[in-house]
């Protein structure tokens, strides 16, 4: 489409379309990278980055790539499922035990979508899971190390769309029930701090 | 059984590691079955047979463990600990180790350093002792220091296990110890692990 236009047309457009990138890329920054780490416990592991907002003080957003490990352990799959949850926290408290320890305690919502097993008492293949995604946990950090420790507990409420192979593979649509039964392993994560 | 074994395994390292000195801890991690060899020979129950097998080579399996440690620090620079919990070998075949870890800390256990481990001891499969098994690993990691005695590791060990494990026949399954001439099998690990120190 650019191959037809003039010169000048090229340049206003560049004009008009620059300084709506650098607005937005100005508007992304504050989002900064903040934490990268493992949470890892029995049910999953994941790879995790926490973002913090400018915008919104006490809040901050996670990404978790997971690895699934239901059935892994007893055998029964072969392979992990695999996750990606997106989840909103706010700090709903945040202190310290004393001068050396820092913490914060928070909640948050998002989503998950992701490619897993479920639970139940057929040894039921993996199916696209889709849902919201509820977290509690805290998180402590300590004077002299950049490495901060901390639990969490997380719920996923979520619909799996699965090839039934048990019945000729027809489509089904089931409530993915390991992510509230799983709901109560605590996960432990490991973060490093950038800044 | 082994959910109220590992409760009162973790409460027992808590509760011990209130003592000066001794340190308890909790290690978990991702392994790597990078290498087997194995020999059996044993009669079925199928008259008239008799079956051998050997076969050795590179193999890639993943596998898990979780442990719990009890270890004593000393001179500043080493210390020496006793190990258990849980592991992985084969498919169908875990373990619960007994192990005695020595490390050396570069700098020192109080602050953050690199560190040098040597793992050697038996373990149980099935709640016996009758496959023999022999387990040694040399590790290398680095801990880095929280606050007082909170610490974690990170490591990368070089696990060997050895023992005699019951053979699976293709028709009869698990073969019975009376009808088995001989059963070695031998493995290497890659291992990836955290341990938090409390």
Known sequence: MFLFMGKRTLTVLF???????AISAEERLPLSLTRAGLVSSFKAQSLSILSTSDKKENSFNSYNLTLDTYGLYSNVSDYPGVK?????????DSGRINDEIAYIIYMGAGGVAGYVRDYSALPRNHGFIFGLNTCAGALASFRGSRLELGVEFDAEWAFQIRKMEESDG????SWYANGVLRALIPKISLYYRFK | MKRK???TLLFLCLSISAWAGITASCSWGYGAQLYKAQAFSYTPNRVGYRVSEYAYGFTYLSTAYLNFALSYEFAHKASIGLKSGYKGIDQNYSIIPLELEARYYFKSYEESSAFLSLEAGSALHDLNFKDQIILASLGLGYREHLYKSLSVD???KLDAFYGHPLPIDRYEGEIPRSQLYFSYVSCAFLNLGIQINF
Do not use: D, M, T
């Not at chain 1, 004009?15 to 990138?21: D, G, K």
């Not at chain 1, 027809?170 to 649509?173: H, P």
């Open chain 1, 15 to 21: 004009l008009l379309v620059f300084p709506l990138c």
């Open chain 1, 84 to 92: 990606l949850n997106i989840v909103h926290n706010s700090i709903i």
């Open chain 1, 170 to 173: 027809r489509i089904g649509l």
């Open chain 2, 5 to 7: 074994l590992g409760i």
């Open chain 2, 154 to 156: 990170f490591f990368l």
